[in-house]
């Protein structure tokens, strides 16, 4: 599965990365966010990991 020639597994996970890094800058205070969207940005990291993992174990088990 891909998106423009890069799969969507990459994209998935740069995008884990990147709210990763995010989460860990607002949760040691570098970066000052709400306690509301810090919240949400963990829920969206934890969904996407989510797929991302189903994802990569669905291609990894058909090919």
Do not use: D, E, P
């Not at 205070?29 to 949400?40: E, G, L, T």
């Not at 969206?44 to 990894?60: R, W």
């Amino acid at each position: 599965m891909s998106v423009g020639g890069v799969s969507i597994i990459l994209i998935l996970g740069v995008f884990n990365l990147l709210l990763l890094i995010f989460q860990l800058c607002t949760g040691m205070r570098w970066i000052k966010v709400s306690f509301r969207m810090h919240r949400r940005t963990g829920v969206t990291l934890f969904v996407s990991a989510i797929i991302h993992a189903g994802l990569a174990y669905v291609t990894h088990t058909h090919s």
